[in-house]
C-alpha cells in the first residue's frame, strides 16, 4: 500500500534521524534517496557523517532531479531532501513557476508507485523576510513545494527540537 509521510522542521531539529529510525522501523533493507549536489567541502563532510550514521542494511541512491528513474516498488525509502531537491531544480531553471511545476511532476511520477515514501524538509519560511531576491525567490519555491507534498502527505510530521508533532495523522 503506498504511503507517504512528510518530516518537516527547522535545521538541526532531528528530521533525518527521526526519519531513518521510522525507516528502520517499517523495514529491515530501507532506502536511503539522497537528492544533494555537493557544493563545496564542508558540505562534503556533512554527507559523509549522514552516510556514517546508516549501515549496511541501507540501499543508498544518489539522485539530484529524477527521483522517477529509481523504482522503489514494495520499498521504504527515505527522501532527503525536498529542499535540496528544490534547489538542484531551481539553480537549472532559474524560474520559479517553472520549477515548481516540474517537481510537482517529478513527484506524483516518483509517488505513483505502490511504495511508502519518507520525505524530508525543512521549513525555511518560518524565519524572517531576506532581504536577497533569490532568497526570497527560493522561499517561495521551497514553500510551495512543501504545502504540495504536505498535501498529498498520508502524514506530516514537524520536528521540534528532536521532538517529533504529528500535524496530520493518517486515518486509517
Not at 56 to 81: F, K, Q, Y
Amino acid at each position: 500500500m503506498k504511503k507517504v509521510i512528510l518530516i518537516t522542521g527547522g535545521t538541526r531539529s532531528g528530521k533525518s534521524r527521526y526519519a531513518e529510525e521510522l525507516a528502520l522501523s517499517l523495514s529491515k533493507s530501507p532506502v536511503y534517496v539522497a537528492t544533494a549536489h555537493v557544493w563545496d567541502e564542508e558540505f562534503r563532510e556533512r554527507v559523509k557523517k549522514h552516510q556514517e550514521r546508516r549501515g549496511p542494511e541501507w540501499t543508498n541512491i544518489e539522485e539530484e532531479m529524477l527521483l522517477s528513474r529509481h523504482d522503489l516498488t514494495g520499498r521504504v525509502a527515505v527522501i532527503d531532501c525536498v529542499t535540496l531537491w528544490c534547489t538542484n531544480y531551481f539553480f537549472q531553471m532559474q524560474e520559479v513557476d517553472t520549477a515548481l511545476e516540474a517537481l510537482k511532476t517529478e513527484f506524483d511520477k516518483f509517488t505513483a508507485k505502490d511504495a511508502t515514501y519518507i520525505f524530508v524538509t525543512n521549513e525555511i519560511g518560518m524565519g524572517g523576510v531576506s532581504d536577497n531576491a533569490v532568497q526570497r525567490k527560493f522561499t517561495d519555491l521551497q514553500g510551495w513545494m512543501n504545502q504540495y507534498v504536505a498535501s498529498k502527505a498520508d502524514e506530516v510530521i514537524l520536528m521540534v527540537s528532536g521532538i517529533p508533532v504529528k500535524v496530520k495523522v493518517a486515518i486509517k
